[in-house]
Nanobody, 116 residues
């Protein structure tokens, strides 16, 4: 059973930066990977994804502020979040994707709260 462990969340003020990490218990080299988030009262939605070859794309709401990256040697995916806004408040999750759908069991996520 693959395990995903997200970390790096926290409480910070608007305009701040945070780097999330997601460690997988399985080799991620051949997989596209993605970050999702679930804001209070909303469904989980895609934030950013990165193909096995390193091509990235982002939700319009985070484009230009967030950067997804991967370290295959560490089986880890990162999400650098800059210029954070209160509407970025959510629990953030990562997953491997296939045909743009998550395929592994979800981890516990990491809470990001942006508030003044």
């Amino acid at each position: 059973q693959v395990q995903l462990v997200e970390s790096g969340g926290g409480l910070l003020q608007p305009g701040g930066s945070l780097r999330l990490s997601c460690a997988a218990s399985k080799n991620i080299f051949t997989y596209g990977m993605a970050w999702y988030r679930r804001a209070p009262g909303k469904q989980r939605g895609l934030v950013a994804r990165i193909t096995s070859g390193g091509t990235t794309n982002y939700a319009d709401s985070v484009k230009g502020r967030f950067t997804i990256s991967r370290d295959n040697a560490k089986n880890t995916v990162y999400l650098q979040m800059n210029s954070l806004k209160p509407e970025d408040t959510a629990v953030y999750y990562c997953n491997a994707i296939q045909f743009n759908a998550p395929i592994w069991p979800w981890g516990q996520g990491t809470q990001v709260t942006v508030s003044s």
